[in-house]
């Protein structure tokens, strides 16, 4: 069973940042893509940012050009750069990792908090 554990969340005021991190319990390489999605209270989960392992990435519109996914593969962990936050920014963040083995397999970690303060 693979797990993948989220860290990084907490409370910021606006206009700051924060870093959240996921890291897999197997290896990054054999994922065809890891990301981050997140829902807020009474909203559907949503897009935030993917990087497959090609390293292509892919935004959410709400959030392009103010957060970044990227990957390193030494600590085998994904991250999420979030800049410029706004109070909308608020959510559970959750990491996503995906399998292709003869058909996609997605696995989700627990979720983080993100409180983003007017």
């Known amino acids: 069973q693979v797990h993948v554990v989220e860290s990084g969340g907490g409370l910021v005021q606006a206009g700051g940042s924060l870093r959240l991190s996921c890291a897999p319990s197997e290896s990054i390489f054999k994922f065809y893509a890891m990301g981050w999605y997140r829902q807020a209270p009474g909203k559907q989960r949503e897009l935030v940012a993917t990087i497959t392992s090609g390293g292509r990435t892919s935004y959410g519109d709400s959030v392009r050009e103010r957060f970044t996914v990227s990957r390193d593969n030494a600590k085998n962990t994904v991250f999420l750069q979030m800049n410029s936050l706004k109070p909308g920014d608020t959510a559970v963040y959750y990491c996503?990792?995906?399998?292709?083995?003869?058909?996609?397999?997605?696995?989700w970690g627990q979720g983080t908090q993100v409180t983003v303060s007017s």
């Open positions: 996503n990792a995906v399998i292709y083995s003869g058909g996609f397999r997605e696995y």
